[in-house]
């Protein structure tokens, strides 16, 4: 069957068109459902620390944390993610479409380092949960902005540094 290039606008703009959209919207919606399940979208959601060993390249990243001084007392997001809701979800959103780009694209440094953004979220979370230790510390080196808590203790989140 030949159509012309009339009769497939006239049915386009029939019922036709609502079909070819409706099978459109439906081969993206399954491809965006396989490729949340196969990702496992949904673990993202949560504070669980396995779910950033989703991507092969965090596992040595998490088995440091499992035995550094701090997995017993903070999970990932306690350190890496703001702790207002707000600011929260938009740094996982950013993370997580960063990350899913590098990761997809495969252009990303190996090991995985922190940016300045998120290291500056980070810092901020030490001083937070260390204030009634670090007030005068932080006070004091942070007006020239000369060193942060990582300068001296990168280990702690992670534990040595290769």
């Not at 620390?49 to 999970?75: F, G, L, Q």
Request: hydrophobic share 40%; net charge neutral; charged share 15%.
């Amino acid at each position: 069957m030949k159509l012309s290039v009339t009769a497939f606008l006239m049915w386009l703009s029939g019922s036709g068109f609502l079909v070819a959209l409706a099978a459109g919207f439906g081969i993206l919606a399954g491809a965006g459902a396989y490729t949340a399940s196969y990702a496992n979208a949904t673990s993202y959601l949560s504070s669980d620390p396995k779910a950033c060993v989703n991507c092969h390249i965090m596992r040595e990243v998490y088995d440091s944390w499992a035995k550094a001084p701090h997995h017993t007392v903070a999970v990932c997001t306690d350190c890496h993610l703001p702790h207002d809701f707000i600011g929260k979800w938009l740094a996982k959103a950013e993370n997580g479409w960063n990350h899913s780009k590098a990761f997809t694209l495969q252009n990303f440094h190996e090991p995985i380092r922190i940016n300045q953004k998120n290291r500056a979220i980070l810092e901020s979370n030490c001083q937070t949960c260390h204030a009634d230790t670090v007030h005068q510390m932080v006070t004091v080196t942070r007006q020239d902005n000369s060193l942060g808590c990582l300068h001296c203790h990168a280990d702690v989140g992670h534990g040595p540094q290769r």
